[in-house]
């Protein structure tokens, strides 16, 4: 008899094969001796929607409102089903005496496996491989430790209470919004938070109330010296208070009080997951979140030079240390060969600061596979995420940056002055951010230093990092000429951008108004909202449905947003709910609770926030009307800020017609520099400018063939082709990429 295997993904399937010898191949599966080895394509079974349920819930209606079926049905998603149905023949070959579930280790890895198991209706003993890792290594272990499938039934049934109180609570909710108003509004548990946040974030930008404050330097002995307070800030909101001490310090001698220096070292960041690595790309590159696990899949599963994308942990398991110089030699490629034949001449050993077993769960934090790369198959962004996997791998790998600080204190008519130096001695991990500066790179020069570096540019060893600092000595008297006040006011905080608003929603315990050291913990515990797999998605769903909008690089509400928030029930306009559903799922997974109890509570939730729906007196408006009709209904139509340009949308939920008219490019303008917009149709296309500058698409076209730049023609007429379809996937395409290599 032999095993069937389920994994979670081909590619993780053909790595277990590979090491159970597997090598026969089949359609949707790989075949050896004693094992048979097949895949999933992550989800291949889905909740049913609600229109399988019977006639009642087909048409949207309020009074069919809520839909709660006795029994949650599943079906198979139908762009899936061919591999579900491989999956299911593999099953019931008679010669298959057990199967092993192989999915991800974790709640939603066990759904993915369990649904397709409950779906096809076999009945075989099951076993369960539970490694957080996909090394050769890793998974001879897990086989030789196969546990029993039975232990992990309650991490099921938690698995399956998440997603039904999510079908639930969502789709009614979002039915009761969208009948209510006849507009297409949706509102979730992890989607209507995230619109509070940036609310929130929008309502203390609007409240802040600026506060000019006063700081000081002083000439003496050649440098700048920086006035200090009683509580050493170098800056006060008392005018007078500087003045004062500018007045006693004028033309007076200071004498040196202290001399402190000390060795210091900065260390090199953490390892990248998903979220971090979004959060740099969109920093660095301005690369969306979806964009960002696009090419990072890609880098995965077709090129195979990074492991698993979709994992929140920045931290390796033991078991990969050994792999690590193979892994060195696979990217010893472009500007980090150098590095990577320095550190394979080094003993490797895993330190605590990026090994530990215990702070992975699933996967283990993004670091390149054994695989070498090419470069020259990469796409542009795909290169660049390569890059910053690369570069953040060996950095870690790399012993810190040490360097000496230097810190002289003088008083001068009982006013304290200061003067800070800093003077590299090893730059350690830095030597990456040196070759990355000198190929020309961006650099993530806000994390390079550690917080506490100059950011001024890459010092070389022996280079004073700031100020170049005399040799003075304790009790030196200095004479202080020209003084100099300096003055600035507070700022607000900055509109969130998507690497800002993923971190936020990663950790979203301070926008919470419940002040339960319990919900705030699992929250924190939990990952916050979404997952690392869904809050990208989370974020394009938000920009496709219109209720969040870019302005250059910030997000911000629309009026759709603002309202949505404002008739949605308040109970989803929280993380808490989510904080709430994480502690009783977890106590689900380990036997403290009941899914049943659990569900009751969900489904009477549910009646709940039909009936304020359903009763609530408010209003939807549409402000952003125009005076064109929809070709297709009649009515008139809705201008919209797409994420990439503007579209018009046909206020009637149930026409549906979209239709691009302006897109934002990478193609920059000529005058100001700044990205421009394609307008218009057929031969009257244009670039357009907020600055005024205007440009005929042909004489693009004509000014970029001079330059040499790389758009075809059939670049230019796919790219108008994908604007009839950019409702449907709001993201950039090829045609802005290659844009972004032009520099016009």
Same mark, same amino acid.
């Given at each position: 008899?032999? /095993?069937?295997?389920?994994?979670?993904?081909?590619?993780?399937?053909?790595?277990?094969?590979? @090491?159970?010898?597997?090598?026969?191949?089949?359609?949707?599966?790989?075949?050896?001796?004693?094992?048979?080895?097949?895949?999933?394509l992550g989800h291949l079974i889905e909740l049913a929607d609600p229109?399988?349920?019977?006639?009642?819930?087909?048409?949207?209606?309020?009074?069919?409102?809520?839909?709660?079926?006795?029994?949650?049905?599943?079906?198979?998603?139908?762009?899936?089903?061919?591999?579900?149905?491989?999956?299911?023949?593999?099953?019931?070959?008679? %010669?298959?005496?057990?199967?092993?579930?192989?999915?991800?280790?974790?709640?939603?890895?066990?759904?993915?496996?369990?649904?397709?198991?409950?779906?096809?209706?076999?009945?075989?003993?099951?076993?369960?491989?539970?490694?957080?890792?996909?090394?050769?290594? +890793?998974?001879?272990?897990?086989?030789?430790?196969?546990?029993?499938?039975?232990?992990?039934?309650? &991490?099921? %049934?938690?698995?399956?209470?998440?997603?039904?109180?999510?079908?639930?609570?969502?789709?009614?909710?979002?039915?009761?919004?969208?009948?209510?108003?006849?507009?297409?509004?949706?509102?979730?548990?992890?989607?209507?938070? =995230? &619109?509070?946040?940036?609310?929130?974030?929008?309502a203390q930008i609007k409240a802040f109330q600026p506060k000019e404050?006063?700081?000081?330097?002083?000439?003496?002995?050649?440098?700048?010296? =920086?006035?200090?307070?009683?509580?050493?800030?170098?800056?006060?909101?008392?005018?007078?208070?500087?003045?004062?001490?500018?007045?006693?310090?004028?033309?007076?001698?200071?004498?040196?009080? %202290?001399?402190?220096?000390?060795?210091?070292?900065?260390?090199?960041?953490?390892?990248?997951?998903?979220?971090? #690595?979004?959060?740099?790309?969109?920093?660095?590159?301005?690369?969306?979140?979806?964009?960002?696990?696009?090419?990072?899949?890609?880098?995965?599963?077709?090129?195979?030079?990074?492991?698993?994308?979709?994992?929140?942990?920045?931290?390796?398991?033991?078991?990969?240390?050994?792999?690590?110089?193979?892994? #060195?030699?696979?990217?010893? @490629?472009?500007?980090?060969?150098?590095?990577?034949?320095?550190?394979?001449k080094t003993k490797i050993t895993g330190n605590k600061s990026f090994?530990?077993?215990?702070?992975?769960?699933?996967?283990?934090?993004?670091?390149?596979?054994?695989?070498?790369?090419?470069?020259?198959?990469?796409?542009?962004?795909?290169?660049?995420?390569?890059?910053?996997? @690369?570069?953040?791998?060996?950095? @870690?790998?790399?012993?810190?940056?040490?360097?000496?600080?230097?810190?002289?204190?003088?008083?001068?008519?009982?006013?304290?002055?200061?003067?800070?130096?800093?003077?590299?001695?090893?730059?350690?991990?830095?030597?990456?951010?040196?070759?990355?500066?000198?190929?020309?790179?961006?650099?993530?020069?806000?994390?390079?230093?550690?917080?506490?570096?100059?950011?001024?540019?890459?010092?070389?060893?022996?280079?004073?990092?700031?100020?170049?600092?005399?040799?003075?000595? !304790?009790?030196?008297?200095?004479?202080?000429?020209?003084?100099?006040?300096?003055?600035?006011?507070? !700022?607000?905080?900055?509109?969130?951008?998507?690497?800002?608003?993923? +971190?936020?929603?990663?950790?979203?315990? *301070?926008?919470?108004?419940?002040?339960?050291?319990? #919900?705030?913990?699992?929250?924190?515990?939990?990952?916050?909202?979404?997952?690392?797999?869904?809050?990208?998605?989370?974020?394009?769903?938000?920009?496709?449905?219109?209720?969040?909008?870019?302005?250059?690089?910030?997000?911000?509400?629309?009026?759709?947003?603002?309202?949505?928030?404002?008739?949605?029930?308040?109970?989803?306009?929280?993380?808490?709910?989510?904080?709430?559903?994480?502690?009783?799922?977890?106590?689900?997974? !380990?036997?403290?609770?009941?899914?049943?109890?659990?569900?009751?509570?969900?489904?009477?939730?549910?009646?709940?926030?039909?009936? $304020?729906?359903?009763?609530?007196?408010?209003?939807?408006?549409?402000?952003? #009307?125009?005076?064109?009709?929809?070709?297709?209904?009649?009515?008139?139509?809705?201008?919209?800020?797409?994420?990439?340009?503007?579209? &018009?949308?046909?206020?009637?939920?149930?026409?549906?017609?979209?239709?691009?008219?302006?897109?934002?490019?990478?193609?920059?303008?000529?005058?100001?520099?700044?990205?421009?917009?394609?307008?218009?149709?057929?031969?009257?296309? !244009?670039? /357009?400018? +907020?600055?005024?500058?205007?440009?005929?698409?042909?004489?693009?076209?004509?000014?970029?063939?001079?330059?040499?730049?790389?758009?075809?023609?059939?670049?230019?007429?796919?790219?108008?082709?994908?604007?009839?379809?950019?409702?449907?996937?709001?993201?950039?395409?090829?045609?802005? $990429?290659?844009?972004? *290599?032009?520099?016009?």
């Amino acid at each position: 008899m032999k /095993s069937l295997v389920i994994a979670e993904k081909p590619s993780v399937g053909r790595d277990i094969a590979r @090491v159970l010898g597997c090598k026969q191949g089949g359609n949707g599966y790989l075949e050896g001796k004693d094992y048979v080895v097949t895949w999933a394509l992550g989800h291949l079974i889905e909740l049913a929607d609600p229109e399988s349920y019977g006639e009642q819930w087909k048409e949207w209606k309020m009074e069919t409102l809520p839909m709660l079926p006795e029994h949650l049905d599943i079906q198979v998603i139908k762009k899936t089903g061919r591999q579900y149905h491989t999956v299911k023949k593999q099953m019931y070959r008679k %010669e298959i005496g057990q199967i092993i579930i192989a999915t991800d280790a974790g709640r939603e890895g066990e759904l993915v496996a369990r649904w397709i198991i409950q779906k096809s209706g076999v009945k075989k003993p099951m076993k369960r491989l539970w490694i957080s890792s996909v090394t050769d290594k +890793a998974i001879r272990q897990g086989f030789t430790n196969l546990k029993d499938a039975r232990d992990y039934q309650k &991490l099921y %049934e938690a698995a399956v209470a998440r997603a039904e109180a999510d079908w639930m609570v969502g789709l009614n909710a979002t039915r009761a919004l969208t009948v209510k108003h006849n507009a297409q509004l949706s509102c979730g548990r992890v989607q209507t938070p =995230t &619109l509070a946040i940036i609310a929130k974030r929008e309502a203390q930008i609007k409240a802040f109330q600026p506060k000019e404050y006063y700081g000081l330097k002083m000439t003496g002995g050649g440098v700048s010296w =920086t006035w200090r307070t009683a509580q050493n800030s170098s800056s006060t909101f008392d005018k007078t208070e500087i003045e004062n001490a500018r007045k006693n310090a004028a033309n007076s001698a200071a004498v040196v009080e %202290e001399i402190k220096k000390k060795q210091q070292k900065s260390y090199a960041p953490q390892l990248y997951d998903l979220t971090s #690595l979004q959060q740099d790309a969109n920093r660095l590159f301005g690369f969306s979140a979806k964009q960002t696990l696009d090419f990072m899949q890609a880098l995965y599963e077709r090129h195979k030079v990074v492991t698993y994308p979709r994992t929140d942990s920045r931290y390796l398991t033991a078991d990969i240390v050994d792999t690590i110089p193979e892994r #060195l030699r696979a990217c010893r @490629v472009g500007i980090y060969a150098p590095v990577c034949g320095k550190l394979l001449k080094t003993k490797i050993t895993g330190n605590k600061s990026f090994v530990d077993d215990k702070k992975v769960s699933d996967h283990h934090a993004i670091i390149p596979t054994e695989q070498g790369a090419n470069l020259k198959d990469l796409e542009y962004g795909e290169r660049k995420i390569y890059e910053l996997v @690369v570069s953040r791998f060996l950095s @870690v790998l790399l012993p810190p940056c040490e360097y000496q600080q230097t810190e002289v204190t003088a008083v001068c008519q009982g006013e304290k002055f200061s003067l800070k130096g800093r003077i590299l001695q090893k730059p350690g991990w830095q030597e990456i951010k040196m070759l990355q500066k000198e190929a020309g790179f961006a650099v993530d020069d806000e994390e390079a230093y550690d917080g506490d570096m100059s950011r001024d540019g890459m010092p070389m060893p022996g280079e004073v990092i700031s100020g170049n600092i005399p040799d003075f000595t !304790k009790g030196q008297k200095i004479l202080f000429t020209d003084g100099k006040i300096t003055q600035g006011k507070t !700022k607000p905080p900055a509109p969130f951008t998507e690497a800002t608003l993923l +971190a936020a929603m990663e950790n979203p315990v *301070k926008y919470m108004e419940n002040s339960d050291k319990k #919900l705030r913990q699992t929250l924190g515990e939990t990952g916050g909202l979404g997952t690392v797999a869904t809050r990208a998605d989370i974020i394009e769903k938000l920009f496709h449905s219109f209720m969040i909008e870019k302005r250059e690089q910030y997000i911000h509400l629309t009026s759709k947003g603002r309202q949505v928030l404002d008739l949605a029930p308040q109970g989803l306009t929280s993380p808490e709910l989510t904080a709430k559903w994480e502690q009783e799922l977890s106590d689900i997974a !380990k036997g403290k609770a009941k899914k049943k109890d659990f569900e009751a509570r969900i489904r009477a939730y549910t009646v709940d926030i039909v009936k $304020d729906i359903q009763a609530s007196s408010k209003t939807y408006r549409h402000d952003n #009307l125009t005076n064109k009709k929809c070709p297709e209904c009649g009515k008139l139509m809705l201008e919209v800020n797409h994420k990439n340009g503007k579209m &018009l949308v046909c206020q009637d939920r149930e026409c549906g017609y979209r239709k691009t008219i302006s897109k934002v490019t990478n193609a920059r303008c000529p005058q100001c520099h700044k990205k421009m917009e394609l307008v218009g149709e057929g031969e009257n296309r !244009k670039f /357009s400018c +907020a600055c005024g500058y205007r440009e005929k698409l042909s004489a693009f076209e004509k000014r970029r063939k001079e330059s040499g730049g790389g758009v075809s023609k059939k670049d230019v007429s796919r790219y108008m082709n994908k604007m009839k379809q950019e409702a449907k996937e709001p993201v950039n395409n090829a045609f802005a $990429d290659a844009l972004a *290599k032009l520099k016009l």
